[in-house]
């Protein structure tokens, strides 16, 4: 796997641009860093180039803002269930045609950016068997997040309709992520995808994700909300149907 000087620059905008998103709502960076990089090279490869910015973001954005032990406490169950999913969606990937994989990272776009109009459904059996629902949500985004590199989705309506805290629903969700990203890592690492030059490439990769990822909190702090994320969900409706023509340019 070798990458020239103009892949590298575009690896470092976008890890910059996704760890900014990241940093402005605690969650977002494998939903924009995955399909922009899938548009130049394959589901896979962006994949394995998000690894580290990934487990980087992950990391900070759980420890960050206090409490993350209690959260590690009541939802590492469901990390654990994202772990295994994981580490199946890694196989997964490995094993097949790279390429339909841009239509399912579409789809999977699609659930969340429509996931407002999800929660008219009545979702309270989640509420009254939090354990098994939990499991089935890890689980699946785990398989999503294996394949696809975008889990949030599934655990997104699973802890939104907990009705938990917004810090602890940050930090829940970036506990699943690290684990599953951590599993995933190790995975590749396992089956030899894990090339020196990707590992070089990881480090500047990383740092850059989280830069963006403190200029992001910083615009949390300052900036309308709601005004970013039509911004972010405009640029993710775009990312989606370029994703559907490039999957259709590549049959």
């Given at each position: 796997m070798s990458f020239g000087m103009e892949e590298i620059l575009i690896a470092l905008i976008v890890t910059l641009v996704a760890g900014l998103v990241h940093g402005a709502f605690g969650l977002g960076f494998p939903m924009v860093a995955t399909p922009v990089l899938a548009?130049?090279?394959d589901v896979m490869t962006a994949i394995l180039l998000t690894l580290a910015p990934n487990i980087a973001v992950n990391l900070w954005s759980l420890l960050r803002g206090g409490g993350w032990r209690e959260?590690?406490?009541r939802y590492w169950p469901v990390a654990v269930w994202m772990l295994v999913g994981s580490g199946v969606g890694t196989l997964i990937l490995v094993a097949m045609d790279p390429n339909p994989f841009r239509l399912l990272l579409a789809a999977t776009?699609?659930?969340y950016l429509v996931s407002d109009q999800l929660k008219r459904v009545n979702w309270g059996?989640?509420?009254r068997?939090?354990?098994p629902s939990g499991a089935g949500a890890g689980f699946v985004g785990g398989i999503l997040g294996g394949t696809v590199n975008v889990g949030g989705p599934a655990l997104m309506i699973y802890f939104l309709e907990l009705?938990?805290?917004?810090l602890v629903l940050v930090q829940a969700i970036n506990l699943c992520f690290l684990l599953g990203k951590s599993t995933q890592a190790l995975t590749f690492a396992a089956l030899g995808l894990l090339g020196l030059e990707l590992l070089w490439l990881s480090l500047p990769l990383a740092i850059t994700a989280l830069i963006g990822l403190r200029v992001g909190m910083w615009i949390r702090e300052r900036?309308?909300?709601d005004t970013y994320r039509g911004w972010l969900r405009g640029l993710l409706w775009l990312l989606c149907i370029l994703l559907v023509v490039e999957f259709?340019?590549?049959l």
């Open positions: 548009l130049f090279t959260s590690v406490a776009v699609v659930l059996w989640m509420r068997y939090p354990g009705r938990i805290a917004p900036v309308n909300a259709f340019r590549e």
